[in-house]
């Protein structure tokens, strides 16, 4: 019997794993509704994946909780607005004031470099006492969503269109410092880095794909071929509709890729199989909230055979927001049943 870090290599390299690797993403909000639910699924389907803790020796200041009703402020300094239990707020009172148009003012913003403080021998020794599983980093880069955080969704997007000279500076001060995180976890003993960022709005991207390409694709190409200098393995996040980025992450080497298959259409991305490893979904917008069993059924057996090539599929899901947990049990049974 192959180990879950065998099985997750395998499934990365299309080498013919046993089975599909798993793991279920549990909300908070889905352990506050649904605790014995969620448990009893943990226990049945253990995740082939472990993220690995970073002993800092120093911690950023944060204020309030980010998955309670109220007030948060991370670890950046940026203000969280939160009015539903169990999932994160939206962020509010940017740090770079709407009229400051021109980024003249970044004092406010706290970049945290207590981040690389880690403890580099307690890692290593929590990866050689957990090293039947995948191990990720305690790190995850999100360049484009952390400059919506500082500047606020809608001043961002202009700024992408005017480029004034200090928002480029600072995005570059950003980067370097995610560039600095994710080498300082590569040279541990973990298996994989994670970065993410939601690009895709229901039909497609949120931004010029132009400005996309010019402005990110660099950004995680540093990412990705940092993870790969020191042997690691590189996943990424995105929500949405971002089948034009799709072909740019597999030319980048990327490999694994979790984002919102059904959005996109499965069929659409059968053109990437055996070129980059589906890093799940099944539909949590409507399969999992509304559907029935056999809806279930048939959108695991989708996303098998229009995508599986020797491997290349991780059976994952999320457990979040309207989401049944029968549904969810349902995900992981199927994906058993098919190997």
């Known amino acids: 019997m192959s180990t879950s870090k065998e099985i997750v290599k ?21 352990v506050n509704h649904y605790p014995d639910e969620v448990a009893t699924l943990r226990e049945k389907y253990p995740s082939d994946f472990r993220g690995v803790p970073g002993f800092a020796n120093e911690t950023p ?24 239990e169990g999932i994160i707020g939206e962020a509010k009172e940017p740090l770079i004031a709407p009229d ?9 913003i706290h970049i945290p470099r207590e981040w690389l403080t880690i403890d580099v021998d307690q890692v290593n020794a929590f990866c050689k006492e957990n090293d039947e599983k995948f191990l990720n980093a305690g790190c995850c880069p999100n360049p484009f969503e952390r400059m919506q955080f500082i500047r606020g969704t809608e001043n961002l997007y202009i700024d992408l269109m005017l480029r004034p000279a200090n928002m480029l500076s600072f995005l570059q001060e950003l980067h370097a410092f995610y560039c600095e995180q994710v080498e ?38 540093d990412y990705i071929d940092i993870a790969h200098r020191y ?20 030319e980048l080497g990327l490999d694994a ?25 099944i539909d949590r917008q409507h399969i999992l909230v509304t559907g029935t069993e056999q809806d279930v059924v048939d959108a695991v057996h989708l996303v098998k055979d229009n995508l599986w090539h020797n491997g290349g599929c991780i059976a994952q899901c999320e457990f979040g927001p309207g989401a049944k947990p029968e549904l969810v049990n349902k995900v992981f049974e199927t994906w058993n049943k098919i190997f």
């Open 10 to 30: 395998k499934a990365l390299e299309f080498d013919n794993p046993e089975r599909a690797p798993r793991t279920m993403w549990a909300l908070p909000w889905a």
């Open 61 to 84: 200041k944060t204020m309030g909780n980010p998955y309670i009703n109220g007030e948060y402020i991370d670890e950046w300094g940026c203000k969280f607005i939160n009015i539903q």
């Open 100 to 108: 400051d148009e021109d980024w003249n003012d970044t004092s406010k």
């Open 184 to 221: 300082m976890w590569c040279k541990t003993d973990i298996d994989y880095i994670m970065f993410m960022d939601d690009w895709g709005a229901q039909k497609n991207l949120l931004i010029n794909p132009k400005t996309w390409v010019e402005l990110f694709k660099p950004m995680y190409k």
């Open 231 to 250: 042997g690691k393995k590189a996943f990424m996040h995105s929500d949405g509709n971002i089948l034009e980025i799709y072909p740019h992450l597999v």
């Open 257 to 281: 890729l979790n984002s919102q298959l059904f959005c996109m259409g499965v069929e659409n991305l059968a053109q990437f199989k055996g070129k980059i490893t589906f890093w799940g979904e």
